[in-house]
């Protein structure tokens, strides 16, 4: 098992990407995951920051300093989305805040509680978990660790009797609501009225994504149509970049993908035929395929990390559910391209943005 534990330096590709842009085997008999010291990052590839192992496990921090500590779901580090997003908020809470973060990634589930209780035992001041599908361990390790902090992102940590746990802040977002924005766009846009949806599994963040998007869409543009498929992980960019190719060639002109580390294969494929537009999640993406670029149904992971972080810090921190949304600014589409829109898309998507807000418009979830 290739299971790494990286500090700050060895990822800073990655958080500057961040900042710039704003499941597995069953095998129970996994290990925690070897740390990793920073050391000088020796040109990674563009995809998967570098680290050098290190002989010692990373200690309990200095009395007076914080150490954050991320545990990634399977597709870890350079997936161009919320893992990213998630070391960029605690970047930002090392800047500001003070202390150190580390990073635990997960190449399989069954590293999940491993990972979590290497990251209690190093005296982490936070514990990040970051996806739906690390929702269960993080629950477990929770439990197992009443007087650790943590955060989820994406799920809701709880008990047997569905009740939230009190040291987990869990943090949920309405990506349906950015996503209407998106279909919004998109219906504005397309000419051959035909969007294919590419997921990396159907879970409940990647629905809502899709029923926003559709939402959107039809209140546009009634005559157009999603066709939809799922890739099975979040780690498969070959797979997303079949079934892009295979949308193109059936006639769609935009494909939403909704795929994690693997999305990047749709970016992939637009760019090398040239043509095409590609509708990201999370961030920013644009940098991926400029040319064939329209928008991302995004979400501000490294905010909710940041502030969550910065609670701690101040001694406020409080376990409980928040499930964010457009009002605040918490979902919403990419920013920096929105500008380069026509200004009737302009116009139309934040009409679209004032009516969810003030309640005229309420999307549904599909979950």
């Given at each position: 098992m290739n299971k790494r534990f990286r500090s700050t330096a060895a990822v800073l590709a990655v958080t500057a990407l961040a900042l710039a842009a704003c499941g597995g085997?069953?095998?129970?008999?996994?290990?925690?995951?070897?740390?990793?010291?920073?050391?000088?990052?020796?040109?990674?590839?563009?995809?998967?920051?570098?680290?050098?192992?290190?002989?010692?496990?990373?200690?309990?921090?200095?009395?007076?300093?914080?150490?954050?500590?991320?545990?990634t779901d399977q597709a870890g580090l350079g997936d161009q989305g919320f893992n990213d997003l998630a070391w960029a908020g605690l970047e930002q809470?090392?800047?500001?805040?003070?202390?150190?973060?580390?990073?635990?990634?997960?190449?399989?589930?069954?590293?999940?509680?491993?990972?979590?209780?290497?990251?209690?035992?190093?005296?982490?001041?936070?514990?990040?978990g970051v996806g739906f599908l690390i929702a269960d361990a993080v629950s477990e390790a929770a439990q197992a660790n009443p007087d650790a902090a943590f955060l989820l992102i994406d799920a809701v940590a709880a008990d047997a009797d569905g009740n939230p746990l009190p040291n987990v802040r869990s943090v949920t977002?309405?990506?349906?609501?950015?996503?209407?924005?998106a279909g919004v766009m998109a219906g504005l846009t397309t000419e051959?009225?035909?969007?294919?949806?590419?997921g990396g599994i159907e879970i409940p963040p990647v629905v809502r994504f899709l029923s926003g998007f559709q939402q959107g869409l039809a209140s546009v543009n009634p005559d157009a149509t999603v066709e939809s498929a799922y890739v099975g992980s979040f780690d498969d960019p070959a797979k997303t970049k079949q079934l892009t190719a295979a949308y193109f060639d059936d006639g769609a002109d935009i494909v939403f993908e909704?795929?994690?580390?693997?999305?990047?294969?749709?970016?992939?494929?637009?760019?090398?035929?040239?043509?095409?537009?590609?509708i990201g999640t999370d961030t920013c993406k644009n940098q991926l395929a400029p040319d064939n670029y329209l928008t991302s149904a995004t979400k501000d992971v490294a905010g909710a990390v940041f502030t969550t972080a910065e609670s701690?810090?101040?001694?406020?921190?409080?376990g409980g559910v928040a499930n964010l949304g457009l009002e605040g600014g918490f979902v919403g589409v990419c920013e920096d391209t929105f500008g380069d829109l026509s200004q009737e898309i302009q116009d139309a998507v934040n009409e679209a943005r004032d009516a969810i807000a003030s309640g005229e418009v309420t999307v549904d979830p599909g979950t």
């Open positions: 085997d069953d095998d129970d008999t996994a290990e925690p995951a070897d740390t990793q010291a920073a050391e000088e990052p020796a040109d990674p590839p563009a995809d998967e920051p570098a680290g050098t192992t290190a002989e010692e496990p990373a200690g309990e921090p200095a009395d007076g300093d914080y150490l954050w500590v991320m545990v809470a090392a800047a500001e805040v003070g202390g150190e973060p580390q990073v635990i990634e997960s190449n399989e589930q069954a590293q999940y509680v491993p990972n979590l209780q290497q990251a209690v035992d190093s005296g982490a001041s936070l514990i990040v977002f309405k990506e349906h609501e950015g996503a209407y924005l051959s009225n035909l969007i294919g949806f590419v909704v795929g994690g580390a693997g999305g990047q294969g749709a970016y992939q494929e637009a760019a090398e035929r040239g043509s095409g537009l590609v701690v810090a101040e001694g406020s921190f409080e």
